[in-house]
């Protein structure tokens, strides 16, 4: 899934061994995934598909100088704050449960699809289970900490 800010850029699913790179589309403040092969069209996840990166990824807000690292190089994709219409909702679980958007990666960032989700039975984690908003906004107040 692509999320709505990426509506107007060209996009393609996933697959199983697909190569992606972290993009800016557009140089836009829209980030996401694009091929390796094509940097101009959009991959779009399926909530639970699992990435891992080449090296652990580095993101943070466009005008801080300094990255922050992620826990591990290996993530799946979700969706958050579905419930808030217009927000960027396409975001990372790492193994130690932190959260980070798609479009706070910072461009550049090569990784690989290892697994795609089953279909049947899945929450929007992708793990099966079904997350409270609460517990959302409890989650993501670590990551919105500068």
């Given amino acids: 899934m692509c999320d709505y800010s990426l509506e107007r850029i060209a996009s393609r699913p996933a697959v199983k061994g697909d190569r992606l790179i972290t993009s ?13 092969s094509d940097p101009n069209t959009a991959v779009c996840l399926l909530p639970g598909t699992e990435l891992v990166f080449q090296s652990i990824p580095q993101y943070g807000r466009r005008w801080l100088f300094w990255p922050r690292l992620a826990p591990s190089a ?4 979700r969706q ?13 679980e790492f193994v130690d449960g932190t959260i980070v958007l798609l479009s706070r990666l910072n461009p550049g960032q090569r990784a690989t699809v290892l697994q795609l989700p089953k279909t049947a039975g899945m ?3 992708g793990t099966g289970k079904q997350r409270h908003p609460q517990q959302e906004q409890k989650r993501q107040a670590e990551f919105d900490r500068p």
């Avoid at 958050?80 to 990372?92: E, F, K, M, P």
Wanted: proline fraction near 3%.
């Fill in 74 to 77: 290996s993530a799946r994709f």
């Fill in 80 to 92: 958050i704050n579905q419930h808030i219409r217009h927000c960027h909702h396409d975001a990372l």
């Fill in 24 to 36: 800016n589309f557009a140089q836009g403040p829209t980030g996401g995934f694009a091929a390796e």
């Fill in 123 to 125: 929450g929007q984690s």
